[in-house]
């Protein structure tokens, strides 16, 4: 699942069927690269930018994680208790979008668009990288990453070899250029 596809699902609880907020941040431990939690904005709004000003929720203590809510047995799910515990060592996914990605050899890939991650074991799988305007955003495997660090993420250098966009595991994000058209295009075609 791709975390621009989280912020904003609704908060569900099962056990009355009652819409408890909306998804307004994604905590991940960049050591464990995984999500441990979330936050949920009480009203219906992602304009809270803190986790204490709404429901704090362990990624443990979700029921399902689906493409349009996200659930929980009922509302004393919502307790964040290990998320608490470890906050300081957490990094909102917010704060690693634009974040810049780094080869080990010191060449520029682009900056974090997004991240992916397992939507049951909650497991970061790739992080969406954009090299700038007019290029592909393409996938990069939590397996090449070296390191996410506070300024900036390292990879391996394979990221930048040729040919690593059609290397196993990674993919662009965008259709590919043969579906592009450019102005001026010309049907070679008579009519």
């Known amino acids: 699942m791709n975390s621009k596809q ?9 056990a009355d069927g009652r819409k408890l907020g909306s998804v307004n941040h994604i905590f991940i431990d960049p050591v464990q690269r995984q999500v441990v939690g979330f936050s949920v904005s009480a009203g219906h709004g992602m304009l809270s930018s803190a986790p204490d000003e709404g429901m704090v929720v362990d990624a443990a ?7 349009d809510a996200l659930t929980l047995t009922d509302a004393s799910a919502a307790r964040g208790d290990a998320m608490n515990s470890t906050y300081a ?9 634009k974040r ?7 060449t520029m890939v682009g900056q974090i668009a997004s991240l992916e991650f397992d939507p049951v074991t909650y497991r970061m799988t790739a ?10 955003n393409r996938m990069i495997p939590v397996e ?3 390191n996410i660090g506070e300024e900036l993420v390292v990879v391996v250098d394979a990221v930048c070899a040729p ?6 595991g990674s993919s662009t994000v ?8 450019v102005v001026g295009d010309v049907d070679t075609k008579p009519a």
């Open 163 to 168: 040919g690593a966009d059609a290397a196993e």
């Open 6 to 14: 989280v912020k904003g699902l609704a908060v569900i609880s099962i």
């Open 100 to 106: 810049k990605v780094l080869t080990e050899g010191g």
């Open 174 to 181: 965008t259709s590919s250029s043969a579906s592009r058209f």
């Open 144 to 146: 090449q990453v070296t």
């Open 127 to 136: 992080l969406e990288t954009s090299p700038g305007f007019f290029k592909n």
């Open 89 to 97: 060592g957490l990094l909102d996914a917010d704060q690693l979008t």
């Open 61 to 67: 203590d979700v029921h399902s994680l689906g493409p």
